[in-house]
């Protein structure tokens, strides 16, 4: 078996939330676009990464993702981060701080889910 890409499903009851956390905050592209439809839903893409935001208010109720991004640059992405979207910073992990497994770490949270930015 050959996987190329891991393509997250996230479920908002306001997709405007994702738009804000991915496009605004972690500067993500709409790649495709169906937020004038009834079932609003969107692609977005970075770097080879891709997610699917959709809004539906009863799944966004029953999944609560977290998951990782990966960075070469864990600084130049916390000061991006803290210096405009500074209300996303997880209270729990709101500094980059080197854990015991080794890796420097941050924690970004919206309504929906979390991010943990991590650079090993």
């Not at 979207?85 to 497994?101: D, G, I, Q, Y």
């Amino acid at each position: 078996m050959d996987f190329i890409k891991l393509v997250p499903n996230v479920f908002y009851t306001d997709i405007d939330e994702g738009l804000k956390l991915f496009v605004d905050c972690l500067e993500f592209k709409v790649t495709h676009n169906e937020l004038g439809s009834l079932k609003r839903f969107c692609v977005l893409e970075k770097d080879g990464l891709r997610i699917n935001l959709f809004e539906d208010a009863i799944l966004a109720k029953e999944h609560h993702p977290e998951f990782r991004l990966v960075t070469s640059d864990i600084e130049e992405v916390y000061r991006k981060v803290s210096a405009s979207h500074a209300e996303f910073l997880h209270p729990n992990l709101k500094t980059v701080t080197l854990r015991p497994w080794g890796a420097k770490e941050f924690a970004l949270m919206d309504m929906q889910l979390g991010i943990i930015i991590q650079q090993w």
